[in-house]
């Protein structure tokens, strides 16, 4: 299995930081539902593998979250990762690899 | 380990999120951007290279077992490899412990040098130039800002971390925990009693 699958978790909280930080408790990340992980994981490999920046990234991810007011009863962190995948399908549809 | 989905064992039927990931993930797969087993990769690295929980189970583990706590106070670095944690910035882990008159305080004054593989990310505060200046000039008047009120017969020692060496608090067990397992014991470990900004208590956190 490959170490190698983009950067470390602190490049990626790096560069992520304010609004569109990852959800954590005591600094652990915090999945809910393994879609959660999944996700995470798609972006990062996504952007290794179309050589997109963590900085278009978070520009998508914070336009989806502010698109995307948490509906009553969605946790932080099942909203972030709604608003994650969001930002994935704008990343990928801006570059034409989605429909 | 991996399976196809790699996650073929929901509890619950999958929500609407969960089928809208899913969908994506086949897309992706199907147009060759990405593999299954590169999420599956990533995801584990990730959910391993986390937080303050790897500190909390080398202190709980270190109340338990007399003997690894003093293989951790003689070479903090050896004894976090033990329980499998460290990595380039472990090399020069060193483990500080407090007693009933000694209370230590980790800083990094000149940066924010932290001991990551144990503690994960530093907080914000940590970071901070107030604290960085005033945990060395008057840690009791700071650590008193955390909440921490220490006797004044406790002497308090402040640690520098550098890029060579980081420190991390072994803090003492709390009294009434004589019941508790090692698992229940980690939960009372939490990051700042291993900064030093706090000690843990029985029934926290």
């Known amino acids: 299995m490959s170490a190698g699958a983009g950067p470390r978790l602190a490049e990626v909280d ?7 930080a990852l959800p954590r408790d005591n600094g652990e990340l915090v999945f809910e539902e393994p879609w959660q992980g999944r996700a995470l994981g ?15 990234f978070r520009r998508h991810l914070v336009a989806a979250i502010r698109q ?8 932080a962190a ?22 | 380990m991996s399976t196809e989905h790699g996650h073929d064992h929901h509890p619950r039927p999958d929500s609407e999120l969960a089928l809208r990931a899913r969908a994506l993930e086949a897309l992706l797969a199907e147009k060759g951007l990405v593999a299954t087993d590169a999420i599956d990769a990533v995801v584990e690295l990730y959910e391993r290279d986390v937080g303050p ?17 003093e293989r951790l106070l003689a070479d903090g670095a050896k004894a976090i490899a033990e329980l499998g944690f460290g990595g380039a910035e472990a090399d020069t882990l060193v483990a500080v412990a407090n007693t009933p008159t000694v209370h230590n305080v980790v800083v990094c004054t000149l940066c924010s040098c932290y001991p990551w593989p144990v503690l994960g990310l530093p907080p914000t ?23 921490l009120e220490l006797p004044d017969e406790v002497e308090i020692r402040v640690w520098d971390s550098s890029a060579e060496v980081r420190y991390l608090v072994v803090p003492m ?33």
């Open chain 2, 125 to 147: 505060w940590y970071k901070s130039p107030p604290y960085r200046a005033r945990v060395v000039a008057e840690p009791r008047a700071v650590l008193r800002e955390f909440g």
């Open chain 2, 173 to 205: 067990r709390p009294a009434g925990t004589d019941g508790l397992t090692e698992e229940a014991l980690r939960a009372l470990v939490t990051r700042d009693c291993m900064i030093g900004t706090a000690v843990p208590r029985a029934g926290s956190p």
């Open chain 1, 78 to 99: 099942t909203a972030y990762y709604a608003a994650w995948l969001d930002a994935l399908e704008a990343l990928l549809a801006e570059r034409g690899l989605l429909p």
């Open chain 1, 42 to 56: 798609m972006g990062v490999v996504v952007l290794d593998r179309t050589g997109a920046s963590w900085a278009e």
């Open chain 1, 14 to 20: 790096a560069a992520l930081a304010g609004r569109s």
């Open chain 1, 68 to 75: 995307r007011p948490p509906e009553p009863r969605e946790s």
């Open chain 2, 53 to 69: 929980q790897n500190g909390a189970r080398v202190v709980a583990h270190a109340w338990t077992d007399p003997a690894y706590r």
